[in-house]
């Protein structure tokens, strides 16, 4: 089991960029897929980024160019870097750790795009 607390959000221009981090407490985080979603207001949570345990990262279409996810296993945590934001990335970010059936959720970050 994993417990994952995120953090690094808040507000910002549009813009502007924000790095999040989501520290994962348990053991063998290595072993998991790590995912970043995201839920803003009135939409449904959709799938941002994931990195598989051998570092190879998948990007759902639209956040491709400006979003980038990365892990540091001895750290056991995982990024996102936040570039170019805009008001309608504003959302609550949440991580999740994903191994085989097995999922975990963080409580999420939320990040305010606005001037």
């Known amino acids: 089991q994993v417990q994952l607390v995120e953090s690094g959000g808040g507000l910002v221009q549009p813009g502007g960029s924000l790095r999040l981090s989501c520290a994962a407490l348990?053991?063998?985080?290595?072993?998991?897929?790590m995912n970043w979603y995201r839920q803003a207001p009135g939409k449904q949570r959709e799938l941002v980024a994931s990195i598989f345990n051998n570092g190879d990262t998948y990007y759902t279409d639209s956040f491709k160019g400006r979003f980038t996810i990365s892990r540091h296993n001895a750290k056991n945590t995982l990024y996102l870097q936040m570039n170019s934001l805009k008001p309608e990335d504003t959302a609550v970010y949440y991580c999740?750790?994903?191994?085989?059936?097995?999922?975990?959720w963080g409580k999420g970050t939320l990040v305010t795009v606005s001037s």
């Open positions: 999740k750790a994903t191994f085989g059936t097995q999922g975990y």
């Open positions: 348990g053991s063998a985080f290595s072993i998991y897929t």
